[in-house]
Nanobody, 116 residues
Framework: QVQLVESGGGLVQAGGSLRLSCAAS????????MSWYRQAPGKERELVAT????????NYAPSVKGRFFTSRDNVKNMIYLQMNSLKPEDMAVYYC?????????WGQGTQVTVSA
């Protein structure tokens, strides 16, 4: 069964840090472009970060650049999102996505709450 499971979300004060993880099962992420998205209440889902299959190419949304860092471990079949200097506007449900040619897999999301 193909599955992506995010973890690591929670409540943090503004200025704090969280590390999200996304574990894949039922397929290998080795050939997949992996991405993190987030969706705040009443807003559209937005791309936060994306990393190519080899990890050589990483892009971030301007709103998180310099604060968030993504990485992947193809051996462990996992990706990570280190979030630093969190702001109230970072509060959202965070999702990971795996994309390979015409296929996409999404996780169920993990809530990140940032208190002012």
């Amino acid at each position: 069964q193909v599955q992506l499971v995010e973890s690591g979300g929670g409540l943090v004060q503004a200025g704090g840090s969280l590390r999200l993880s996304c574990a894949a099962s039922g397929f290998s992420i080795g050939n997949c472009r992996m991405s993190w998205y987030r969706q705040a209440p009443g807003k559209e889902r937005e791309l936060v970060a994306t990393v190519t299959s080899t990890g050589a190419g990483i892009n971030y949304a301007p709103s998180v650049k310099g604060r968030f860092f993504t990485s992947r471990d193809n051996v462990k079949n996992m990706i990570y999102l280190q979030m630093n200097s969190l702001k109230p506007e970072d509060m959202a449900v965070y999702y990971c996505k795996a994309a390979f040619i015409l296929r996409e897999y999404w996780g169920q999301g993990t809530q990140v709450t940032v208190s002012a």
